[in-house]
């Protein structure tokens, strides 16, 4: 195959894993970031996010000569595929901020003289593509929606093992190009037209959030009815129709996306007259399934759902959004360890990927306090919760750690650890949806 010349604009997780990607998949890639600090780290293949093979991918696209790191949309004259990574954050109303996306692909237009196709990998509501497409006019540039469907924590993997491939947009030859850039992907390519892929995307990821809603709803219902919600999830699972995954339930679902996307796609059905009612139950679920968790917690430290927290020092395992990320963006373990502060409880939290020497910083606006290790996060604590499913959290020598506690109790909103073996330790342990 022979490579083309592409430009990615955005170096986060989706820009810098496309551009690692496909300097791998045999393509010379230049990639522009506006953050000069980030272009700098990464042209001495310093990759500041937590992804595993990135930063391999990096370091070989650099020494090979196959990707390169730029400031400047100037870098990228001499492509003819550039590819929009920019991000789209929720703006008024639900709908995502376009802003970065418009802005640049104007200036893309003037700059590069041989462009013809401006592929959008950017989450964008359905419309955008056509009025990106409106706004540079009907001349060389045909605009494609290409959406990413990775995963955070597994990005590589997902990029160059994808399920599906998708390129939307009704000019042959730009939809051509940007599909070439996959041709040595081995997955099934969805062509569609612009609507088509720019509202499978939101598709996609409403679905999961309204699984999610639904399993921690169950979880809820399991404890109230002593069902154990990991028995009912396998039965539910062994059914290929329902599918196994997105069925652990946790203290709610987050991250850059879930959120952002199902708040996108409820603004989408608003502006055509249409209610999308599974998907803004699922997002009303995910805040009252945090709140019970929070309510949960204080009624085993108080006996009262309603308590105040005052006086009790709680200590955190875990505050990425998901485990495998050092993505703190709408975690829900940052949520509901505002809603204990706010109840007055001291909190000290440890995650593997946030800290001084980690991944993520996470600016606690003075109101919690980070640890570097979970012995420090549970020292004294009146109550241990688990909010991310760190594996690292099963290896904590929790007999050490019963000496340590003001009282031996965990909550484990992930289900993580092994009940016995925590009652072993002394511990008095509350799963989610299994006690
Ligand atoms: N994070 C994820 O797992 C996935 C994200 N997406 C979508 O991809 C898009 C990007 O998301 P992320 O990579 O997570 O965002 P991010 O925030 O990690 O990265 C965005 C990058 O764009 C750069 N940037 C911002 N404005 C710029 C400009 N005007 N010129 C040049 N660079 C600029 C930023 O400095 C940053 O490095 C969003 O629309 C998101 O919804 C889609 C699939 C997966
Ligand atoms: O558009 C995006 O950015 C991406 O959003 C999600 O990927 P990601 O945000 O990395 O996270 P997920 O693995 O989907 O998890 C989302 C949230 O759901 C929660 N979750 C997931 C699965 C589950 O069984 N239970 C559960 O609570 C996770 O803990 C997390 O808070 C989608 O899975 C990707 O396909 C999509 O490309």
């Given at each position: 195959?022979?490579?083309r010349q592409v430009g990615v604009v ?18 010379s890639v230049r990639c522009v ?35 390169r790191?730029d400031t400047g949309l100037d870098a990228l004259a001499d492509c003819d595929v550039v590819v929009l990574?920019l ?16 802005s640049v692909s104007e200036s893309i237009s003037h700059e590069i003289p041989g462009l013809f196709a401006l592929a959008v ?11 990106l497409?409106?706004?540079l006019g009907?001349g060389r540039i045909g605009v494609v ?29 730009a939809?051509?190009a940007v ?257």
């Open positions: 195959m022979t490579g955005g170096a986060g997780y989706v820009g810098l894993t496309t551009a690692a990607c496909l300097s791998h998949l045999g393509h970031d506006n953050d000069a600090t980030r272009v700098a780290r990464l042209r001495r293949g310093a990759v500041d996010i937590l992804e595993p093979q990135l930063a391999d991918l990096v370091g070989s696209g650099l020494r090979d000569g196959t990707v790191f990574c991000p789209t954050p929720p703006g008024r109303d639900g709908a995502p901020d376009l802003g970065s996306v418009t990998k950017s989450t964008v509501p359905p419309g955008s593509a056509r009025a497409q409106d706004s009907t929606s290409n959406p990413e469907f990775l995963r955070e924590g597994r990005s590589v993997a997902d990029f160059l093992r994808p399920e599906r491939i998708v390129v939307g947009g009704p000019s042959g030859d939809v051509d599909a070439s850039l996959y041709n040595s992907v081995a997955a099934p390519v969805f062509r569609t037209d612009w609507e088509s892929a720019e509202l499978a995307k939101y598709a996609c990821n409403g679905f999961l959030a309204v699984k999610a809603s639904y399993t921690n709803e169950l979880a809820d219902l399991c404890s109230a009815v002593g069902a154990d919600v990991s028995e009912v999830t396998a039965v539910m699972a062994a059914d290929p129709r329902i599918g196994g995954s997105f069925l652990a339930p946790g203290p709610g679902w987050g991250g850059s996306c879930l959120p952002k996307d199902t708040c996108g796609l409820i603004d989408t059905a608003r502006r055509v007259g249409l209610v999308l009612d599974t998907v803004q139950a699922a997002v009303l679920s995910n805040t009252r399934h945090r709140k019970r968790l929070v309510a949960r917690i204080a009624e085993e430290l108080t006996g009262d759902p309603g308590a105040s927290l005052e006086g009790h020092r709680i200590g955190i395992l875990g505050l990425t959004f998901k485990a495998g990320t050092g993505d703190i963006r709408e975690s829900p373990a940052l949520a509901v360890v505002h809603d204990l502060c706010v109840r007055g409880a001291v909190v000290t939290a440890y995650d593997p990927a946030c800290g001084s020497q980690r991944a993520s910083a996470v600016d606690t606006d003075g109101e919690f306090q980070v640890v570097d290790d979970s012995a420090a996060a549970v020292k004294s604590a009146s109550a241990v919760v688990v909010l991310t499913e760190w594996p690292e959290f099963r290896a904590v020598d929790w007999s050490a750690a019963a000496r340590e506690v003001q009282r031996p109790l965990v909550i484990d909103a992930r289900n993580l650890l092994d009940p016995a073996a925590l009652a072993a330790c002394g511990f008095s342990y509350h799963g989610i949806g299994r006690w």
